[in-house]
Protein backbone atom coordinates (compact mmCIF):
# COMPACT_ATOMS: atom_id res chain seq x y z
CA UNK A 1 0.00 0.00 0.00
CA UNK A 2 2.72 2.49 -1.14
CA UNK A 3 1.76 5.90 -1.67
CA UNK A 4 2.79 8.02 -4.59
CA UNK A 5 6.20 9.96 -4.15
CA UNK A 6 5.22 13.42 -3.07
CA UNK A 7 2.28 12.57 -1.58
CA UNK A 8 1.44 15.16 0.70
CA UNK A 9 1.28 14.28 4.41
CA UNK A 10 -0.45 17.01 6.86
CA UNK A 11 -2.23 18.25 10.34
CA UNK A 12 -5.22 20.26 10.08
CA UNK A 13 -6.47 22.87 12.36
CA UNK A 14 -9.02 26.28 12.65
CA UNK A 15 -8.59 29.46 13.73
CA UNK A 16 -11.02 29.60 16.04
CA UNK A 17 -11.03 26.19 17.90
CA UNK A 18 -7.27 26.99 18.26
CA UNK A 19 -5.91 30.32 18.63
CA UNK A 20 -7.58 31.27 21.19
CA UNK A 21 -6.28 35.36 22.43
CA UNK A 22 -9.90 36.65 21.16
CA UNK A 23 -9.38 40.11 21.91
CA UNK A 24 -5.78 40.48 21.39
CA UNK A 25 -4.07 42.94 18.71
CA UNK A 26 -7.99 44.55 17.56
CA UNK A 27 -9.59 41.34 16.54
CA UNK A 28 -12.93 41.82 15.85
CA UNK A 29 -15.88 39.42 17.37
CA UNK A 30 -17.21 37.17 15.58
CA UNK A 31 -20.49 34.69 14.88
CA UNK A 32 -19.31 32.12 17.10
CA UNK A 33 -17.92 34.95 20.05
CA UNK A 34 -21.41 36.03 19.84
CA UNK A 35 -22.88 32.00 20.31
CA UNK A 36 -20.28 31.40 22.92
CA UNK A 37 -22.09 33.91 25.41
CA UNK A 38 -25.62 31.99 24.62
CA UNK A 39 -26.58 30.26 27.31
CA UNK A 40 -26.43 26.94 26.25
CA UNK A 41 -25.38 26.76 23.09
CA UNK A 42 -22.29 25.26 23.96
CA UNK A 43 -22.21 21.91 25.84
CA UNK A 44 -19.64 22.59 28.58
CA UNK A 45 -20.26 26.69 28.42
CA UNK A 46 -16.64 27.08 27.46
CA UNK A 47 -15.75 29.72 24.58
CA UNK A 48 -12.62 30.32 22.52
CA UNK A 49 -11.26 33.25 24.50
CA UNK A 50 -7.98 30.89 25.33
CA UNK A 51 -8.40 27.56 23.36
CA UNK A 52 -4.93 25.83 22.78
CA UNK A 53 -3.39 29.28 23.02
CA UNK A 54 -1.86 28.70 19.88
CA UNK A 55 -1.96 32.42 19.01
CA UNK A 56 1.22 32.51 21.78
CA UNK A 57 2.46 28.58 21.57
CA UNK A 58 2.07 28.39 17.65
CA UNK A 59 6.22 27.75 17.38
CA UNK A 60 5.87 25.22 19.53
CA UNK A 61 2.91 23.67 18.04
CA UNK A 62 4.93 23.69 14.72
CA UNK A 63 7.82 22.51 16.29
CA UNK A 64 5.50 19.41 17.19
CA UNK A 65 4.48 18.85 13.49
CA UNK A 66 8.06 18.98 12.05
CA UNK A 67 8.83 16.58 14.41
CA UNK A 68 6.14 14.25 13.35
CA UNK A 69 7.93 14.50 9.80
CA UNK A 70 4.87 16.22 8.30
CA UNK A 71 5.19 18.11 5.04
CA UNK A 72 2.00 19.92 5.15
CA UNK A 73 0.35 22.25 8.05
CA UNK A 74 -3.63 22.99 7.02
CA UNK A 75 -4.75 26.42 8.90
CA UNK A 76 -6.95 28.82 8.81
CA UNK A 77 -7.38 32.80 8.81
CA UNK A 78 -9.99 34.60 11.42
CA UNK A 79 -11.44 37.16 9.15
CA UNK A 80 -12.70 39.12 12.40
CA UNK A 81 -8.42 39.55 12.65
CA UNK A 82 -7.92 40.86 9.51
CA UNK A 83 -11.43 42.95 9.01
CA UNK A 84 -12.39 43.21 12.60
CA UNK A 85 -15.79 45.07 11.24
CA UNK A 86 -16.11 43.30 8.41
CA UNK A 87 -15.78 46.73 6.92
CA UNK A 88 -12.79 46.70 4.79
CA UNK A 89 -11.08 48.30 7.35
CA UNK A 90 -7.84 46.06 7.55
CA UNK A 91 -5.57 45.44 10.69
CA UNK A 92 -2.50 44.77 10.00
CA UNK A 93 -1.66 43.20 13.54
CA UNK A 94 -3.72 40.47 12.09
CA UNK A 95 -1.43 40.53 8.89
CA UNK A 96 1.71 39.84 10.70
CA UNK A 97 0.16 37.28 12.96
CA UNK A 98 -0.46 35.04 9.59
CA UNK A 99 2.61 36.45 8.24
CA UNK A 100 4.70 35.18 11.07
CA UNK A 101 2.70 31.94 11.07
CA UNK A 102 3.70 31.15 7.52
CA UNK A 103 7.28 31.80 7.85
CA UNK A 104 7.31 29.51 10.38
CA UNK A 105 6.29 27.14 8.58
CA UNK A 106 8.63 27.50 5.77
CA UNK A 107 11.28 27.56 8.43
CA UNK A 108 10.72 24.39 9.25
CA UNK A 109 10.10 22.62 6.10
CA UNK A 110 6.24 23.12 6.08
CA UNK A 111 4.04 23.93 3.31
CA UNK A 112 1.13 25.85 4.42
CA UNK A 113 -2.14 25.20 3.52
CA UNK A 114 -4.71 28.16 4.03
CA UNK A 115 -8.21 28.12 4.51
CA UNK A 116 -9.87 31.35 4.21
CA UNK A 117 -12.89 30.64 5.34
CA UNK A 118 -13.70 28.26 8.71
CA UNK A 119 -17.07 29.68 10.49
CA UNK A 120 -15.76 32.48 12.17
CA UNK A 121 -17.48 35.21 10.27
CA UNK A 122 -16.82 38.79 11.56
CA UNK A 123 -20.38 39.26 13.75
CA UNK A 124 -20.99 43.06 12.55
CA UNK A 125 -21.51 41.29 9.40
CA UNK A 126 -23.35 39.23 10.90
CA UNK A 127 -25.73 42.23 11.77
CA UNK A 128 -26.64 42.86 8.61
CA UNK A 129 -27.53 39.45 7.88
CA UNK A 130 -24.78 37.24 7.85
CA UNK A 131 -24.52 34.57 4.85
CA UNK A 132 -28.37 35.35 3.83
CA UNK A 133 -27.08 38.77 2.68
CA UNK A 134 -25.63 38.82 -1.07
CA UNK A 135 -23.24 42.01 0.33
CA UNK A 136 -21.23 38.85 2.66
CA UNK A 137 -20.30 37.23 -0.78
CA UNK A 138 -18.46 40.80 -2.19
CA UNK A 139 -17.18 41.56 1.23
CA UNK A 140 -15.61 37.62 1.68
CA UNK A 141 -13.46 38.32 -1.80
CA UNK A 142 -12.70 41.44 -0.46
CA UNK A 143 -11.24 40.03 2.72
CA UNK A 144 -9.60 36.94 0.28
CA UNK A 145 -7.83 39.75 -2.10
CA UNK A 146 -6.34 41.19 0.76
CA UNK A 147 -4.65 38.23 2.47
CA UNK A 148 -3.66 36.44 -0.85
CA UNK A 149 -1.93 39.79 -1.89
CA UNK A 150 0.19 39.77 1.55
CA UNK A 151 1.09 35.96 1.80
CA UNK A 152 0.76 34.20 -1.86
CA UNK A 153 4.32 34.85 -2.19
CA UNK A 154 4.81 32.30 0.25
CA UNK A 155 1.42 30.79 0.53
CA UNK A 156 0.30 28.43 -2.64
CA UNK A 157 -2.11 26.78 -1.72
CA UNK A 158 -5.34 28.16 -0.67
CA UNK A 159 -8.94 27.32 0.37
CA UNK A 160 -12.02 29.53 -0.03
CA UNK A 161 -14.55 27.72 2.47
CA UNK A 162 -14.22 24.64 4.64
CA UNK A 163 -17.60 22.83 4.78
CA UNK A 164 -20.01 25.30 3.37
CA UNK A 165 -22.60 22.79 4.55
CA UNK A 166 -22.20 23.43 7.81
CA UNK A 167 -21.87 27.06 7.52
CA UNK A 168 -25.01 27.09 6.04
CA UNK A 169 -27.62 24.46 7.73
CA UNK A 170 -25.84 23.90 10.98
CA UNK A 171 -25.90 27.61 11.18
CA UNK A 172 -29.03 28.62 9.92
CA UNK A 173 -31.58 25.43 9.80
CA UNK A 174 -30.64 23.55 12.57
CA UNK A 175 -28.88 26.47 14.47
CA UNK A 176 -26.39 23.97 16.35
CA UNK A 177 -24.11 26.29 15.35
CA UNK A 178 -23.46 29.99 14.99
CA UNK A 179 -25.34 32.31 14.68
CA UNK A 180 -27.89 29.59 15.39
CA UNK A 181 -30.66 30.55 13.41
CA UNK A 182 -33.33 27.86 12.90
CA UNK A 183 -35.30 28.83 9.53
CA UNK A 184 -34.66 26.65 6.53
CA UNK A 185 -35.46 29.84 3.67
CA UNK A 186 -32.18 31.46 5.76
CA UNK A 187 -30.27 28.33 5.45
CA UNK A 188 -31.01 27.89 1.55
CA UNK A 189 -30.36 31.43 0.67
CA UNK A 190 -26.69 31.35 2.91
CA UNK A 191 -26.06 28.37 1.25
CA UNK A 192 -25.94 29.99 -2.51
CA UNK A 193 -24.08 32.98 -1.40
CA UNK A 194 -21.51 30.97 0.29
CA UNK A 195 -21.02 29.05 -2.81
CA UNK A 196 -21.16 32.77 -4.40
CA UNK A 197 -18.42 33.98 -1.91
CA UNK A 198 -15.86 30.70 -3.28
CA UNK A 199 -16.48 31.83 -6.69
CA UNK A 200 -16.12 35.92 -5.86
CA UNK A 201 -12.99 35.10 -3.83
CA UNK A 202 -11.61 32.72 -6.85
CA UNK A 203 -11.65 35.14 -8.88
CA UNK A 204 -10.18 37.61 -6.93
CA UNK A 205 -7.13 35.34 -6.02
CA UNK A 206 -7.04 34.66 -9.84
CA UNK A 207 -6.82 38.14 -10.47
CA UNK A 208 -3.58 38.69 -7.64
CA UNK A 209 -1.65 35.89 -9.05
CA UNK A 210 -1.67 32.71 -11.58
CA UNK A 211 0.59 30.68 -9.48
CA UNK A 212 -1.76 29.80 -6.75
CA UNK A 213 -3.80 26.85 -6.24
CA UNK A 214 -6.88 27.00 -5.45
CA UNK A 215 -9.55 25.16 -4.27
CA UNK A 216 -12.82 24.54 -1.33
CA UNK A 217 -13.65 22.48 1.44
CA UNK A 218 -16.43 20.23 1.44
CA UNK A 219 -17.97 17.62 3.84
CA UNK A 220 -18.94 14.56 2.14
CA UNK A 221 -20.79 10.87 3.18
CA UNK A 222 -21.87 8.18 1.02
CA UNK A 223 -25.31 7.70 1.54
CA UNK A 224 -27.06 4.62 1.22
CA UNK A 225 -30.83 3.63 0.94
CA UNK A 226 -31.68 1.07 3.60
CA UNK A 227 -33.54 -0.84 0.81
CA UNK A 228 -34.59 -0.60 -2.56
CA UNK A 229 -37.88 0.55 -1.35
CA UNK A 230 -39.13 3.60 -3.37
CA UNK A 231 -39.03 5.73 0.18
CA UNK A 232 -35.77 4.83 1.13
CA UNK A 233 -34.28 5.51 -2.14
CA UNK A 234 -35.47 8.79 -2.38
CA UNK A 235 -34.35 9.56 1.09
CA UNK A 236 -30.86 8.70 -0.02
CA UNK A 237 -31.14 10.67 -3.22
CA UNK A 238 -32.41 13.98 -0.70
CA UNK A 239 -29.44 13.38 1.75
CA UNK A 240 -26.52 12.59 -1.04
CA UNK A 241 -28.10 15.40 -3.23
CA UNK A 242 -27.90 18.21 0.14
CA UNK A 243 -25.06 17.27 1.18
CA UNK A 244 -22.82 16.10 -1.89
CA UNK A 245 -24.09 17.06 -4.80
CA UNK A 246 -25.27 20.35 -4.48
CA UNK A 247 -21.71 21.53 -3.95
CA UNK A 248 -19.82 19.30 -6.59
CA UNK A 249 -22.72 19.99 -9.42
CA UNK A 250 -22.14 23.60 -8.77
CA UNK A 251 -18.77 23.62 -8.79
CA UNK A 252 -17.98 21.43 -11.84
CA UNK A 253 -20.95 21.32 -13.30
CA UNK A 254 -22.37 24.95 -13.35
CA UNK A 255 -25.69 24.01 -11.78
CA UNK A 256 -27.21 22.64 -8.58
CA UNK A 257 -29.18 19.77 -8.97
CA UNK A 258 -32.39 20.03 -10.13
CA UNK A 259 -33.94 17.32 -8.25
CA UNK A 260 -32.83 19.50 -5.37
CA UNK A 261 -34.05 22.52 -6.62
CA UNK A 262 -37.35 21.18 -7.05
CA UNK A 263 -37.36 20.24 -3.11
CA UNK A 264 -36.38 23.01 -2.10
CA UNK A 265 -38.99 25.19 -4.36
CA UNK A 266 -41.23 24.53 -0.45
CA UNK A 267 -39.03 26.89 1.07
CA UNK A 268 -37.55 29.20 -1.36
CA UNK A 269 -38.57 31.09 -4.73
CA UNK A 270 -34.63 31.51 -5.05
CA UNK A 271 -35.38 35.29 -5.66
CA UNK A 272 -31.80 35.95 -4.70
CA UNK A 273 -30.28 33.86 -7.31
CA UNK A 274 -28.92 36.69 -9.88
CA UNK A 275 -27.88 35.87 -13.46
CA UNK A 276 -23.97 34.70 -13.51
CA UNK A 277 -23.94 33.22 -10.27
CA UNK A 278 -23.71 30.06 -11.80
CA UNK A 279 -20.92 30.59 -14.02
CA UNK A 280 -19.31 32.47 -11.09
CA UNK A 281 -19.58 29.60 -8.81
CA UNK A 282 -18.31 27.35 -11.38
CA UNK A 283 -14.98 29.26 -11.69
CA UNK A 284 -12.47 26.60 -12.70
CA UNK A 285 -10.46 25.18 -9.45
CA UNK A 286 -7.25 23.48 -9.18
CA UNK A 287 -7.91 21.13 -6.43
CA UNK A 288 -10.78 19.63 -4.10
CA UNK A 289 -10.87 19.01 -0.51
CA UNK A 290 -12.33 16.60 0.58
CA UNK A 291 -13.73 16.15 5.04
CA UNK A 292 -14.10 12.99 5.58
CA UNK A 293 -15.85 11.33 8.76
CA UNK A 294 -18.57 8.86 8.58
CA UNK A 295 -21.12 8.17 6.24
CA UNK A 296 -25.24 7.21 6.59
CA UNK A 297 -27.72 5.00 5.73
CA UNK A 298 -31.02 6.44 5.33
CA UNK A 299 -34.43 5.28 5.43
CA UNK A 300 -38.15 7.09 4.25
CA UNK A 301 -40.40 7.01 6.75
CA UNK A 302 -44.06 7.36 6.08
CA UNK A 303 -44.57 10.51 7.56
CA UNK A 304 -42.09 13.16 9.15
CA UNK A 305 -41.08 12.60 12.83
CA UNK A 306 -42.18 15.04 15.19
CA UNK A 307 -39.13 16.42 16.84
CA UNK A 308 -38.66 14.97 20.55
CA UNK A 309 -38.87 17.48 23.12
CA UNK A 310 -35.54 19.96 23.08
CA UNK A 311 -34.27 18.30 20.11
CA UNK A 312 -33.03 20.55 17.12
CA UNK A 313 -34.92 20.78 13.73
CA UNK A 314 -33.15 18.49 11.15
CA UNK A 315 -30.46 20.54 9.46
CA UNK A 316 -31.58 18.35 6.28
CA UNK A 317 -34.36 21.30 4.90
CA UNK A 318 -37.27 18.98 4.26
CA UNK A 319 -35.89 16.00 5.85
CA UNK A 320 -37.87 15.15 8.91
CA UNK A 321 -39.19 12.03 7.08
CA UNK A 322 -35.81 10.65 6.75
CA UNK A 323 -34.21 8.51 9.70
CA UNK A 324 -30.62 7.32 9.99
CA UNK A 325 -30.48 3.69 10.50
CA UNK A 326 -28.02 2.75 13.14
CA UNK A 327 -25.68 -0.35 11.57
CA UNK A 328 -24.72 -1.31 14.52
CA UNK A 329 -21.13 -0.34 13.57
CA UNK A 330 -18.21 0.77 15.81
CA UNK A 331 -18.60 4.72 16.89
CA UNK A 332 -16.49 7.24 17.84
CA UNK A 333 -17.05 9.74 20.79
CA UNK A 334 -19.27 11.78 18.15
CA UNK A 335 -21.60 8.84 18.31
CA UNK A 336 -20.46 9.09 14.25
CA UNK A 337 -20.29 5.35 12.79
CA UNK A 338 -16.69 4.35 11.58
CA UNK A 339 -17.08 3.64 8.09
CA UNK A 340 -13.96 3.62 6.13
CA UNK A 341 -15.04 2.08 3.39
CA UNK A 342 -17.33 5.12 2.81
CA UNK A 343 -14.13 6.92 2.39
CA UNK A 344 -12.84 5.02 -1.01
CA UNK A 345 -16.58 4.88 -2.08
CA UNK A 346 -16.92 8.80 -1.80
CA UNK A 347 -13.09 9.26 -3.57
CA UNK A 348 -14.02 6.76 -6.49
CA UNK A 349 -17.46 8.57 -6.93
CA UNK A 350 -15.75 12.38 -7.44
CA UNK A 351 -13.22 11.18 -9.46
CA UNK A 352 -15.76 8.91 -11.34
CA UNK A 353 -18.45 11.70 -11.94
CA UNK A 354 -16.80 15.18 -11.80
CA UNK A 355 -13.68 16.56 -14.05
CA UNK A 356 -11.96 17.03 -10.55
CA UNK A 357 -7.12 17.71 -11.40
CA UNK A 358 -6.61 16.73 -7.84
CA UNK A 359 -8.11 15.87 -4.50
CA UNK A 360 -7.43 16.06 -0.79
CA UNK A 361 -8.79 14.35 2.08
CA UNK A 362 -8.65 18.03 4.07
CA UNK A 363 -9.53 16.24 7.26
CA UNK A 364 -10.05 12.73 8.67
CA UNK A 365 -9.72 11.71 12.83
CA UNK A 366 -12.20 10.84 15.07
CA UNK A 367 -13.24 12.37 18.85
CA UNK A 368 -12.35 9.62 21.50
CA UNK A 369 -12.28 9.77 25.44
CA UNK A 370 -8.79 9.60 26.07
CA UNK A 371 -7.28 8.73 29.03
CA UNK A 372 -3.21 9.36 30.01
CA UNK A 373 -1.69 6.68 31.29
CA UNK A 374 1.49 6.99 32.80
CA UNK A 375 2.46 9.98 31.05
CA UNK A 376 1.27 8.86 27.48
CA UNK A 377 -2.23 8.32 25.63
CA UNK A 378 -2.74 4.90 24.48
CA UNK A 379 -5.17 6.25 21.73
CA UNK A 380 -5.61 2.53 19.96
CA UNK A 381 -9.35 3.48 18.86
CA UNK A 382 -7.67 6.70 16.90
CA UNK A 383 -5.02 4.83 15.83
CA UNK A 384 -6.94 1.96 14.37
CA UNK A 385 -9.27 4.83 12.89
CA UNK A 386 -6.72 6.68 10.96
CA UNK A 387 -5.17 3.80 9.92
CA UNK A 388 -7.68 2.23 8.42
CA UNK A 389 -9.01 5.41 6.33
CA UNK A 390 -5.45 5.28 5.22
CA UNK A 391 -5.91 2.12 3.74
CA UNK A 392 -8.88 3.31 2.60
CA UNK A 393 -7.31 6.43 0.74
CA UNK A 394 -4.79 3.93 -0.68
CA UNK A 395 -7.25 1.72 -1.86
CA UNK A 396 -8.90 4.67 -3.31
CA UNK A 397 -5.15 5.34 -5.10
CA UNK A 398 -4.60 2.16 -6.44
CA UNK A 399 -8.03 2.83 -8.84
CA UNK A 400 -6.84 5.98 -10.45
CA UNK A 401 -8.03 8.59 -7.56
CA UNK A 402 -6.06 11.67 -8.59
CA UNK A 403 -5.89 11.96 -4.64
CA UNK A 404 -2.69 14.21 -3.30
CA UNK A 405 -2.57 14.47 0.01
CA UNK A 406 -4.16 13.08 3.28
CA UNK A 407 -4.61 15.71 6.57
CA UNK A 408 -5.46 14.17 9.71
CA UNK A 409 -7.86 16.46 11.80
CA UNK A 410 -7.25 17.74 14.08
CA UNK A 411 -3.15 18.60 14.81
CA UNK A 412 -4.37 19.00 18.48
CA UNK A 413 -7.33 18.55 20.96
CA UNK A 414 -9.57 21.94 20.59
CA UNK A 415 -12.85 23.79 20.61
CA UNK A 416 -15.50 21.21 19.35
CA UNK A 417 -17.61 23.45 18.44
CA UNK A 418 -21.36 23.24 20.43
CA UNK A 419 -19.12 20.31 22.26
CA UNK A 420 -16.82 22.80 23.21
CA UNK A 421 -13.84 20.82 25.01
CA UNK A 422 -15.63 17.67 25.68
CA UNK A 423 -14.80 16.26 22.65
CA UNK A 424 -11.49 15.63 21.80
CA UNK A 425 -10.05 14.88 18.19
CA UNK A 426 -5.81 15.69 18.28
CA UNK A 427 -3.46 13.87 17.94
CA UNK A 428 -1.70 15.65 20.71
CA UNK A 429 -3.28 15.70 23.68
CA UNK A 430 -3.99 19.70 25.15
CA UNK A 431 -3.97 19.99 28.54
CA UNK A 432 -6.76 23.13 28.98
CA UNK A 433 -5.23 24.10 32.47
CA UNK A 434 -1.41 23.93 31.42
CA UNK A 435 -1.28 24.34 27.83
CA UNK A 436 0.65 21.52 27.95
CA UNK A 437 1.37 19.04 24.42
CA UNK A 438 1.74 15.64 24.97
CA UNK A 439 1.77 13.93 21.57
CA UNK A 440 -0.11 10.68 21.61
CA UNK A 441 0.31 6.78 20.08
CA UNK A 442 -1.68 7.83 17.36
CA UNK A 443 0.51 10.69 16.32
CA UNK A 444 3.42 8.50 16.47
CA UNK A 445 1.82 5.91 14.28
CA UNK A 446 0.59 8.24 11.92
CA UNK A 447 3.95 9.93 11.62
CA UNK A 448 5.40 6.27 10.99
CA UNK A 449 3.07 5.95 7.97
CA UNK A 450 4.18 9.39 6.88
CA UNK A 451 7.93 8.59 6.89
CA UNK A 452 7.57 5.35 5.32
CA UNK A 453 5.34 7.00 2.78
CA UNK A 454 3.27 3.47 2.85
CA UNK A 455 0.44 1.82 4.59
CA UNK A 456 1.37 -1.94 5.76
CA UNK A 457 -0.85 -4.09 6.93
CA UNK A 458 1.58 -6.31 9.24
CA UNK A 459 2.98 -3.13 11.49
CA UNK A 460 -0.73 -1.68 11.36
CA UNK A 461 -2.64 -1.99 14.51
CA UNK A 462 -5.97 -2.07 12.50
O1 LIG B 1 -13.87 20.17 14.29
C1 LIG B 1 -14.54 20.06 13.08
C2 LIG B 1 -13.93 20.96 12.05
O2 LIG B 1 -13.92 22.29 12.47
C3 LIG B 1 -14.70 20.88 10.76
N1 LIG B 1 -14.85 19.52 10.32
C4 LIG B 1 -15.32 18.56 11.29
C5 LIG B 1 -14.49 18.64 12.56
C6 LIG B 1 -14.98 17.61 13.57
O3 LIG B 1 -16.30 17.85 13.91
Avoid at 32 to 47: F, K, M, N, T, V
Wanted: aromatic share 12%.
Amino acid sequence: MKFPDGFVWGAATAAFQIEGASDVDGRGRSIWDELCDQPGAILDASDGSVACDHYNRWPEDLDIVADLGLGAYRFSIAWPRIVPLGDGVIEQRGLDFYSRLVDGMLERGITPYATLYHWDLPQALQDSGGWTSRDTARRFADYASVVHQHLSDRVTYWSTLNEPWCSAFLGYASGEHAPGRTEPAEAISAVHHLMLAHGLGIQAMRANSTDSQLGIVVNMYDVQPASESPADLDAARRLDGQQNRWYLDAIFRGTYPQDIVEDYRTFTDFDFVVDGDAECIAEPIDFLGINYYSSFMTRGLDAPKSPLSGERPTPWVGCDDVEFVDRGLAKTHMGWDVIPDGLTATLERVARDYPVPSIYVMENGAAYPDEVTDGRVHDVDRTNYIEAHLKACSLAVSAGVPLDGYFVWSLLDNFEWAWGYERRFGVVRVDYETQERLVKDSALAYSAIVRANRWSPDESSA
